[in-house]
């Protein structure tokens, strides 16, 4: 069973920036065949794509609401991926999920996603 505890979320102003890390957790975690992503959800919305790597090839993919503002990576040592954001909009409010999946085949559907982490809160004022 894989775990994935998220960090890093805070209240920030328009304009600047934050980083989320998420570290996995579980010996099931496949390096060669696991995907993780970054999800969000803002009240009242449905979960929504924001950014997944593939940890073997480390092939990202971004929503086009982000590309060019944030970029993921991943510490292949620590087991951790990191969500770096900036700068920041007011729309970009949210609370971020890290999940992970094997064979993912579409990083966007979340349903390719077995294991989900609690999420932390990001909320960007104007």
């Known amino acids: 069973q894989i775990q994935l505890v998220e960090t890093g979320g805070g209240l920030v102003h328009d304009g600047g920036s934050l980083n989320l890390n998420c570290e996995v957790f579980?010996?099931?975690?496949?390096?060669?065949?696991?995907?993780v992503g970054w999800f969000r959800q803002a009240p009242g919305k449905e979960r929504e794509f924001v950014a997944a790597?593939?940890?073997?090839?480390?092939?990202?993919e971004y929503a086009d609401s982000v590309k060019g503002r944030f970029t993921i990576s991943r510490d292949n040592s620590k087991l951790t991926v990191d969500l770096q954001m900036n700068p920041l909009q007011p729309e970009d409010t949210a609370i971020y999920f890290c999940a992970t999946g094997r064979t993912v085949a579409s990083t966007m559907l979340s349903s390719e996603y077995a294991s989900w982490g609690q999420g932390t809160q990001v909320t960007v004022s104007s």
């Open positions: 579980g010996r099931t975690f496949n390096r060669y065949r696991n995907t």
């Open positions: 790597i593939r940890w073997y090839s480390g092939t990202t």
